[in-house]
């Protein structure tokens, strides 16, 4: 499991945190195309993806995963299925190259390897608690806190993005960034972490349903 888990989180030793920023879980090779937005633009994107994701209560979406490591010639691909729940369940179903789980809820991080189940409480952690609020706002798009983020705005013709860096020390220790890239309707359709070493994980999402019936049962490990 361990190695498995290497091609999806940054290296850490710090078991919670490094399953948690797995799932970040949703970029910057684009920027150059793009224009920098002015302030009454950018005003009217979080006004925009806020009305939409404070009108989303599930979500079910397709997703292709690149891991991108400095001393390996070609970026890991591996997709599967994501599934929210507001306000904060997560499940990241991996299906290529292999069968794999993870789900956020009640404060416990539930892991399915192949069949072999685990979980982690991670209940007593504040950290644990504003990062997994970060993931449910990741996933949805409403990120635009300026208390925990520095943040630039681009635009082009297809797709908005925004660039998110975080203003905690504590945090930076594990994300340098965020890239959030945004359909012209406001979704969220990519999501670019990238750690503090340089390497960065992107998620490309697409067959996004919205608003669908999900039951507690979908988030079963």
């Known amino acids: 499991m361990i190695k498995k888990i290497k091609w999806i989180i940054p290296n850490t030793s710090k078991k919670g945190l490094v399953l948690l920023c797995a799932s ?13 937005m002015n302030s009454t633009q950018s005003e009217a994107l979080k006004a925009k993806v806020k009305k939409l994701a404070d009108a989303t209560q599930t979500i079910s979406s397709d997703f292709t995963q690149f891991k991108h490591i400095d001393f390996l010639s ?3 691909e ?10 904060d369940m997560v499940k990241w179903q991996y299906t290529k190259p292999y069968n794999y789980s993870i789900v956020f809820k009640d404060r416990t991080i539930f892991i399915n390897d192949d069949g072999n189940k685990s979980n982690l409480d991670v209940g007593g952690s504040k950290l644990f608690e504003r990062l997994n609020r ?8 409403d990120m635009f806190d300026e208390e925990e983020f520095s943040m630039k705005f ?3 013709t297809e797709s908005d ?16 960034a965020f890239h959030i890239r945004f359909d012209k309707k406001g979704e969220v359709v990519q999501v670019k972490m ?3 070493s340089g390497d960065f994980t992107r ?11 999900l039951s507690n049962a979908d988030f079963s490990q």
Not at 134 to 141: D, H, T, V
């Open 161 to 176: 993005l925004v660039h998110f860096s975080p203003k905690d020390p504590q945090f930076s220790e594990f994300i340098n």
């Open 134 to 141: 970060l993931i449910a706002s990741s996933i949805r798009g």
């Open 74 to 76: 070609n970026d890991i």
């Open 78 to 87: 591996s997709s599967g299925v994501l599934k929210f729940k507001a306000p």
């Open 203 to 213: 998620i490309e999402f697409h067959n996004r349903k919205t608003n669908e019936a």
């Open 194 to 196: 990238i750690e503090p």
């Open 154 to 156: 681009f635009t082009d």
């Open 24 to 36: 970040l879980a949703l970029w910057s090779n684009l920027a150059e195309a793009q224009t920098e």
